[in-house]
């Protein structure tokens, strides 16, 4: 069974700093790779996702993140934070390759405060 | 962009009562799933569902549970008689599935269940 480690559990930024947040699994195969975002009071969104191909994955409000295999690591990145992305984000595995169905596992969360 | 919807956002019940949860998944979608996120913890699979049937259930899922798609629009969780340690977040998500490249699961808003 496929597990996600995060372990930043609250992260204190201010304005304009660069961020990375942390991202470890532990699966056997392949897998899909997920980084959601829940913003106070809303719901969970995808920030961006790997499936394959460029492990350096671009996704929206300037978010990327990078799949490096022989780490087990799908580490997010924003060079500049802005006070809006105070948030919770949660990365996220599904078994690769299955198709159809799939559980999402996800990791505990990392909550982001940003002071202007 | 579509939306999955959930009804009610917030329901309050008694120990040993019954509870239906609602879920609105996006219209072309043909995979449904819940989660769950107590209080402090992360967000835990349920259950997920495709034509018709149960794919795959947690340890979670006991014989309390029951899903259903009463009709062409509405995915619900049923809890028969809930306990104490219901109370939680239940997230519904729903995805287009059928393999790579679609299988991204796009979450509700959720339904804080209270257990009194």
């Known amino acids: 069974a496929q597990s996600v480690s995060q372990h930043n559990h609250h992260v204190i930024l201010s304005e304009a700093a660069s961020l990375e947040l942390g991202c470890n699994y532990s699966?056997?195969?392949?897998?899909?790779l997920f980084w959601y975002v829940q913003y106070p009071g809303q719901h969970l969104q995808l920030l961006l996702k790997?499936?394959?191909?460029?492990?350096l994955v671009k996704g929206i409000k300037g978010f990327e993140a990078e799949f490096i295999k022989s780490k087990f690591s799908f580490n997010l990145r924003k060079p500049s934070v802005q006070w809006s992305d105070t948030a919770e984000y949660f990365c996220a595995v599904t078994p690769g390759n299955s198709g159809g169905y799939q559980k999402v596992t996800f990791g505990t969360g990392t909550k982001l405060q940003v002071i202007p | 962009e579509p939306e999955v919807t959930q009804t009610p956002s917030h329901q309050v019940t008694q120990m040993g009562q019954e509870v239906i949860l609602r879920c609105v998944p996006i219209?072309?979608?043909?995979?449904f799933y819940w989660y769950r996120q107590i209080l402090g913890q992360k967000v835990e699979f349920l259950v997920s569902?495709?034509?018709?049937?149960?794919?795959?259930k947690s340890e979670i899922f006991d014989d309390q549970f029951s899903v259903e798609r009463p009709d062409g629009s509405n995915f619900t969780l049923k809890i028969r008689s809930t306990k104490l340690e219901d109370s939680a977040m239940y997230f519904c998500a729903s995805s287009l599935g059928g393999g790579f490249g679609t299988d991204t699961q796009y979450f509700g808003p959720g339904t804080r269940l209270t257990v009194l």
């Open positions: 790997y499936f394959s191909g460029d492990p």
């Open positions: 569902f495709y034509n018709n049937e149960i794919s795959e």
């Open positions: 699966y056997g195969g392949t897998v899909n």
């Open positions: 219209s072309n979608h043909l995979y």
